[in-house]
């Protein structure tokens, strides 16, 4: 959060993809899993780029200014430029060279050349090479009978408005999504995510209540294609995190609650989108049932959060809060399955994950 205030404040983008980005800027310590995502994501970038990593937030700023000079420095770039791999488009070892083979022609030749080709569709399976780490798609029964391609694709680690460290592996019948598996990769071992921020008093309690819940918003209308509303919960979030007066910050979530309840454009947008009121609310679920759409799940949490700025006499987490994040984690295949990728995304947007609590968690019993 503290990165995305400091780029707003210097007139910097978020970059969405790593062909999009100059600069890779890594939070947090991260485990041998994530390293080496964070590693592929590196060898994306084009050039001019820089990399570093923030382990808290109070060396941010000082970080972006150092990747900012290490962009302008041209020996730099210029020595980055010549190290870097010249491999790309060679032959793999186990890959068929390309290179046509010579024949003397006849019956015999053409014999060998018919068996050549059988015998490369029968190894094509288990010599192909993977394209960017993707498997090629494999055959499986659809829901109306007929065979269908199975592709196995990844969702995260790396993903805009995602959780941190998850991954969610899904078999995809054409868009939609047959099945699926979750896990958040792990920080390094001492790295709790806290990131240096310790809040104490009550006050301070009530501002990280506010700055989740509006930093969960910013998520759900980023996905729902909203970015001016993202960006109105982008700010309230920073405003709050920045020690802003919360009756101040209690008006603006007012305003921004009220324009998501009035646009019929977000209502159709995330019509039929579901996740599980109990992930996250056990009494909602007494109330409604045991569905709840995206829609009403932002609405609460700026509800929540312009009572809390008022000063509501409320709890700010659950006491089980570990314990509903994980809940939550669980409840993804089963909650994905029959989705498309864009409601994939806004489901796990909804069900607001706190990676970090789930991997603290896990730390604990272990």
Request: with cysteine; aromatic share 4%; glycine share 8%.
């Amino acid at each position: 959060m503290r990165v995305e205030a400091e780029l707003a404040s210097r007139g910097w983008t978020a970059a969405s993809s790593p062909a999009d980005a100059d600069v890779l800027l890594v939070c947090g310590a991260p485990g041998p899993e994530l390293l080496s995502v964070c590693d592929r994501v590196w060898s994306q970038l084009p050039g001019p780029r820089a990399r570093a990593t923030a382990l808290t937030v109070d060396g941010v700023a000082s970080t972006l200014e150092k990747l900012a000079a290490e962009l302008l420095d041209e020996s730099r770039q210029r020595g980055d430029a010549r190290t870097r791999s010249r491999s790309f488009g060679e032959a793999d070892d186990g890959v068929m060279d390309a290179q046509p083979a010579a024949h003397t022609g006849g019956h015999e030749s053409a014999e060998t050349d018919m068996n050549m080709d059988m015998d490369m569709d029968m190894d094509m399976d288990m010599d192909m090479p993977m394209p960017g780490g993707i498997p090629l798609a494999s055959a499986g029964p659809d829901r109306d009978g007929l065979e269908m391609d199975l592709l196995h694709v990844p969702l995260g680690p790396v993903l805009p408005h995602w959780p941190a460290g998850l991954v969610v592996r899904c078999a995809l019948q054409g868009d939609v999504i047959v099945s699926a598996d979750a896990e958040v990769l792990p920080a390094a071992v001492g790295d709790n995510g806290v990131g240096g921020v310790v809040l104490r008093s009550a006050n301070d309690e009530r501002r990280r209540a506010i700055i989740r819940r509006s930093d969960n918003a910013v998520h759900v209308l980023s996905l729902a294609g909203w970015p001016s509303a993202a960006g109105r919960a982008r700010r309230i979030r920073d405003a709050a995190a920045s020690g802003t007066t919360l009756i101040d910050t209690a008006s603006d979530i007012d305003r921004l609650s009220r324009s998501v309840r009035r646009s019929w454009l977000l209502r159709w947008g995330l019509k039929g989108v579901m996740i599980d009121a109990p992930a996250a609310d056990p009494k909602r679920a007494a109330r409604r049932g045991s569905d709840e759409a995206v829609r009403d799940r932002l609405i609460d949490w700026l509800d929540q959060a312009a009572r809390i700025a008022r000063g509501a006499a409320e709890a700010y987490e659950a006491p089980e809060y570990a314990e509903l994040q994980r809940k939550g984690l669980a409840a993804i295949p089963r909650l994905l399955n029959g989705t498309d990728i864009g409601s994939a995304r806004l489901i796990v947007a909804g069900l607001a994950i706190d990676t970090a609590a789930v991997a603290h968690s896990r730390e604990s019993f272990s």
